[in-house]
């Protein structure tokens, strides 16, 4: 079984042991002056690309977007993408891992887990004006790295992110009517269904790990985004087959038994019940 390639975070990181691993660079340092061109692998960490001017494409985990000037994307570790910048882009990429971003603060730490669940987001120019002065002074605290350059990073990173979701304010999708719990406990579905689809496929057991009932964890996920747990199990496991059926050269049985399927013919058919097709055409039409 082949693994998708992982990157890891730039060799210029802060490590300050406990603190956790950061990185900025300016685009124009990254690009070099080329094109940059990067086939599907995922990160064991979080990215954060800010596109001042520029073009390109950046697919993530399969959904394709125009790379354009004021764009921002951002990636949670585990997703799989593609991205293509021109020589010219403009703009930041920031890096880091959860042991800098977490802070131990209830209230950044939830907004932290709304920010994740937006991949993509255009800003208008005022605002986008506003989140280019914060990273301008992030790449300079870091650059320069005076006393205190740590905490003047996490600070201005809070503000980023506060201002990031007043321009996306509904990340997940959810009706701004869902209270704070349903939101709390379906983001905690979600981050279970990423770390545990290859064990565990039932209902029964995600709502036990969150000390619920099935028929109230089906009524926090239909609430939030209009689907059952069901189908999100489903989305999830068809997610993470499609990763290793275009990232890996891996066969269709070996990514059926890293899913959990002993039956690979039955994961077959679950995958073309839900695509149209099979793994192996999926892999030959999407590439």
């Not at 001017?53 to 949670?76: A, C, Q, W, Y």
């Not at 985004?225 to 069901?230: A, I, L, M, Q, R």
């Not at 038994?257 to 039409?285: C, M, W």
């Amino acid at each position: 079984m082949k693994s998708i390639p992982v990157r890891h975070i730039a060799h210029t990181s802060i490590d300050q042991g406990t603190t956790g691993l950061f990185s900025i660079r300016n685009l124009r340092d990254v690009l070099n002056g080329k094109d940059l061109v990067h086939e599907l692998h995922r990160h064991d960490f979080f990215f954060v690309l800010m596109v001042e001017e520029g073009n390109g494409s950046h697919e993530i985990d399969f959904v394709p977007h125009k790379v354009h000037d004021r764009t921002i994307f951002l990636l949670r570790p585990g997703q799989v993408h593609k991205l293509e910048l021109t020589a010219e882009s403009t703009g930041f990429l920031m890096e880091f891992d959860p042991f800098f971003i977490l802070s131990g603060c209830s209230l950044s730490d939830q907004r932290w887990k709304k920010v994740i669940g937006k991949n993509f987001c255009e800003i208008e120019v005022a605002r986008f004006n506003s989140l280019q002065t914060i990273l301008s002074k992030i790449f300079n605290e870091f650059t320069n790295r005076q006393d205190g350059y740590l905490e003047v990073i996490k600070a201005s990173l809070s503000i980023f992110f506060i201002e990031f979701l007043r321009q996306s304010s509904n990340p997940n999708g959810m009706p701004a009517t869902s209270n704070s719990y349903t939101r709390e406990r379906f983001e905690e579905l979600v981050r279970l269904l990423e770390t545990n689809i290859g064990t565990m496929k039932n209902v029964s057991q995600y709502a036990d790990m969150l000390n619920l009932s099935s028929y109230q964890l089906n009524a926090i996920t239909k609430a939030s985004v209009g689907k059952t747990v069901s189908d999100l199990i489903n989305e999830q496991i068809l997610l993470e087959a499609k990763r290793y059926l275009l990232a890996t050269p891996s066969q269709v049985k070996e990514i059926a038994d890293h899913l959990g399927y002993e039956d690979v013919s039955y994961f077959i058919r679950f995958f073309k019940k839900h695509t149209g097709q099979s793994p192996e055409a999926f892999r030959k039409n999407f590439k």
